[in-house]
């Protein structure tokens, strides 16, 4: 039964024209991909770690997963605890080596396929990562790009393997599977020569991508500077649009990939002219890419007013990219999931039909004064609601039960 706190809310958004019954409906066919890496600060099970590579993970918050039974019993604490049905978002180093290690070059379907039985019996769906760092091919800052042609080599099959380990992702589990290539290649200091490189990953992309798979989302992610890449990133933001933009695959627009001042929301429909759809990696740059928790933010709310607003929905797959080391990291995936279905509900609350109207008839002083009055619509009330349909805690309950997790499960890892 409806609480009487929600009753009112519905009242309040249907004076301005808006149906919070088709907005929660709306938000729970919309699927956020968890990344696997918020849970053992981007380690993997390769026994490295992260080294090198253009990313950092800071802190030593007690009780990182150091399996892959503990960092899916992490997960299906986060999972319990975040309303909706979701992806699970899975780095090629997170391979199950059971049955024996083999290198990135060798990497088959067999090593993903106990994470694709754990994804149907979650009911989740599955996406992919090529790892192209922290391993030792990766430490002259260069992949793809690389000028050994021996070491592009390496990388290509690694990424070719990757499309065909996600494919059958894919199709095993019945939705496909987004596989996002991200390399570190770049410079810490100025190049002489700009222009090898992006030919030789321009050469590289091809034949990676030479092979077309059923159940399978091409996403390319680019990035303005990395760790050790401050002068030159080799996949830069026009490398990549202009890549995505020919060869018709998903363009990955990273929330901390960009100069802080740039606006990300402002670029989804631009981009979405061109491409098929887009990846969103949320996240939350403070004052570089540092990949701190999603929280209710003004960037995180713009980017979903676009997505919403410009009916893209359909078209936008949402991943999240965080990695804190310094706090509870299933409370990080929580806070940054609720977050960002926060920020979705709140755009598909938004009076729409109303602010454009208002709009075409040139009245924008209306409008800003609509979109000010909004603000304080009951939305908390409308947000609890959804958390209870989908058998989630409301409020901050939740963190009661990531507490109790600690103290039986977490705090015994050393
Ligand atoms: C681990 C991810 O692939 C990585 O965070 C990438 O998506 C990125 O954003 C690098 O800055
Ligand atoms: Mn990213």
Known sequence: MSSSLYSIAREAYAAFGVDTEASLAALARIPISLHCWQGDDVGGFEGDGLTGGGIQATGNYPGKARTIDELRQDLAKALSLIPGSHRLNLHASYADFSGGKVDRDALEVAHFQSWIDWCKTHGLGLDFNPTCFAHPLANDGATLSHQDPAIRAFWIEHARRC????????????????VNVWIPDGTKDLPADRKAPRERLHAALDEVFSTRHDHLLDAVEPKLFGIGSE????????????????????????AGHFHPTESVADKISSVLEYVPEILLHVSRGVRWDSDHVVILDDPTKAIMEEVVRGGFTARTHIGLDFFDASINRVAAWVIGTRSTLKA?????????????????????TSRLALLEEIRTLPFGAVWEEFCTRQSTPTGFSWMGEVKQYESDVTSARR
Do not use: W
């Open 344 to 364: 979705l509900l709140m755009a598909l609350l938004e009076p729409s039909a109303q602010l454009r109207e208002l709009e075409a008839a040139g009245d924008n």
């Open 163 to 178: 499309r065909v380990i996600g494919a059958e992702m894919g199709r095993q589990l019945e939705t496909s599977s987004v």
């Open 231 to 254: 002068s030159y990133v080799v996949g830069s933001h026009e490398f990549y649009l202009g890549y995505a933009v020919k060869n018709q695959i998903l363009m990955c627009l990273d």
